[in-house]
């Protein structure tokens, strides 16, 4: 349970750095978005735009981060620390678990978490007025 709730936290951190790339990129790109509504787009249309985006960090993210995860468990997993369990058993090696549906469960609370943390900007985007945005 403590564990689930240190990597629920890890991932909402990096919701917030998500959200914190998006915003910052709404910001650098305010007047591209602001021609895009002036030729047409309309407000889904740029959260769409946004939110690919997003998915696409998401997936990109988790995919990434279950392959260095696992070569890193996998990496202490062989370091000798020849001891002995309470029990009498013999303790060699760290122990690791490769459970896959906590990996799985990883990309799909990442990808749901980079969801989220774009839609807020993607939204604040849809909002811009081009004729404000384009004068000044």
């Given at each position: 349970?403590?564990?689930?709730s240190?990597?629920?936290?890890?991932?909402?951190v990096?919701?917030f750095g998500?959200y914190?790339?998006?915003?910052?990129?709404?910001?650098?790109?305010?007047?591209?978005?602001?021609?895009?509504?002036?030729?047409?787009f309309?407000?889904?249309?740029?959260?769409?735009i946004?939110?690919?985006?997003?998915?696409?960090?998401?997936?990109?993210?988790?995919?990434?981060?279950?392959?260095?995860?696992?070569g890193?468990?996998?990496?202490?997993?062989?370091?000798?620390?020849?001891?002995?369990?309470?029990?009498?058993?013999?303790?060699?090696?760290?122990?690791?678990?490769?459970?896959?549906?906590?990996?799985?469960?990883a990309i799909v609370?990442?990808i749901?978490?980079?969801?989220a943390?774009?839609?807020?900007?993607?939204r604040k985007?849809?909002?811009?007025?081009?004729?404000t945005?384009?004068?000044?």
């Open positions: 349970m403590i564990l689930n240190v990597v629920g936290v890890i991932l909402l990096a919701g998500i914190n790339i998006l915003n910052m990129t709404i910001y650098e790109k305010i007047k591209e978005i602001a021609i895009l509504k002036a030729t047409g309309s407000g889904p249309s740029v959260v769409s946004f939110l690919q985006q997003a998915i696409y960090i998401g997936l990109m993210g988790g995919v990434i981060g279950i392959f260095f995860g696992m890193i468990s996998y990496g202490f997993s062989t370091i000798y620390i020849g001891g002995n369990v309470p029990g009498g058993g013999a303790l060699n090696y760290i122990p690791m678990s490769f459970y896959v549906p906590h990996y799985v469960e609370f990442g749901l978490t980079t969801i943390a774009g839609y807020f900007p993607a985007a849809s909002r811009v007025d081009p004729v945005i384009i004068r000044g």
